[in-house]
């Protein structure tokens, strides 16, 4: 079985708990692979990468996780790779058997063409040999090692992104997204306006005039002045 995990945890000290981690792993018989850091303002962002013996996985799991705040991801999967060793085991075997007629030709070839024919054909027996013994070894070594990589997040860090600090470019962002809406808004008013204003104005209009009209009819004429 091979057995790998993910953790993200948050911690309060990042450097203090990267350097717990390393004397964990070593305590256990294991040893830190890779570790990376990134800065992110006053905060650093912390992922090792951990290989421990195989039968102390879940006990380094759980110390882990006790030196965290809190465990924002747990992801811990196994593979079964018995099936592969097996056939990998039976592959190399074929190989070797084949390496051998190989051999025993090139001991028996008298023709130059003859010998480099068979010193072809040997030559990629002997580097799928290689391969496959590679493979082999490296299943040995991840049932052996499990694989942990461990994310380090500083509290502060995780305080900062969830509440980010005045920008002004931001602020510029957010006064133009305004002010297109709000051209926007405008434009949109005029269209209808000019929609529904011309065949309002084709009946208002016309309506208008005629009670004009006649309201000037009924109005009694002012009476002649005399001198």
Same mark, same amino acid.
């Not at 051998?100 to 028996?108: A, D, I, N, P, V």
């Given at each position: 079985m091979v057995r790998q995990a993910t953790l993200a945890l948050v911690v309060t000290d990042g450097m203090a708990s990267a350097e717990k981690i390393t004397s964990l792993t070593n305590k256990v018989g294991g040893y830190v692979v890779s570790q990376h850091s990134e800065q992110r303002g006053d905060y650093v962002l912390r992922t090792l990468t951990l290989r421990v013996p195989a039968d102390r996985f879940d006990e380094v799991l759980k110390e882990l996780r006790a030196m965290s705040v809190r465990v924002d991801r747990d992801d811990v999967q196994a593979q079964d #790779?018995?099936?592969?060793?097996?056939?990998?085991?039976?592959q190399i075997r074929n190989l070797e058997a084949s390496e051998e007629q190989y051999l025993s030709l090139m001991k028996r070839a008298t023709q130059v063409d003859d010998v480099?024919?068979?010193?072809?054909?040997?030559?990629? #027996?002997? &580097?799928?040999?290689?391969?496959?013994?590679?493979?082999?070894?490296?299943?040995?070594?991840?049932?052996?090692?499990?694989?942990i990589t461990v994310t380090l997040t500083p509290m502060g860090l995780q305080q900062q992104a969830g509440q980010p600090g005045w920008s002004a470019l931001r602020t510029i962002q957010e006064a133009l997204a305004g002010s297109l809406q709000l051209g926007q808004v405008i434009v949109d008013v005029?269209?209808?306006?000019?929609?529904? &204003?011309?065949?309002?104005?084709?009946?208002?209009?016309p309506f208008w005039l005629l009670v004009r009209w006649l309201?000037?009819?009924?109005?009694?004429?002012?009476?002649?002045?005399?001198?």
């Amino acid at each position: 079985m091979v057995r790998q995990a993910t953790l993200a945890l948050v911690v309060t000290d990042g450097m203090a708990s990267a350097e717990k981690i390393t004397s964990l792993t070593n305590k256990v018989g294991g040893y830190v692979v890779s570790q990376h850091s990134e800065q992110r303002g006053d905060y650093v962002l912390r992922t090792l990468t951990l290989r421990v013996p195989a039968d102390r996985f879940d006990e380094v799991l759980k110390e882990l996780r006790a030196m965290s705040v809190r465990v924002d991801r747990d992801d811990v999967q196994a593979q079964d #790779v018995t099936e592969e060793y097996v056939d990998l085991d039976a592959q190399i075997r074929n190989l070797e058997a084949s390496e051998e007629q190989y051999l025993s030709l090139m001991k028996r070839a008298t023709q130059v063409d003859d010998v480099l024919k068979i010193q072809a054909q040997l030559s990629q #027996v002997q &580097g799928d040999i290689e391969r496959l013994k590679a493979r082999k070894q490296y299943l040995e070594r991840s049932a052996q090692m499990s694989v942990i990589t461990v994310t380090l997040t500083p509290m502060g860090l995780q305080q900062q992104a969830g509440q980010p600090g005045w920008s002004a470019l931001r602020t510029i962002q957010e006064a133009l997204a305004g002010s297109l809406q709000l051209g926007q808004v405008i434009v949109d008013v005029l269209i209808w306006l000019l929609i529904l &204003g011309i065949p309002l104005a084709a009946v208002i209009v016309p309506f208008w005039l005629l009670v004009r009209w006649l309201w000037r009819r009924r109005r009694p004429a002012a009476p002649a002045s005399t001198s």
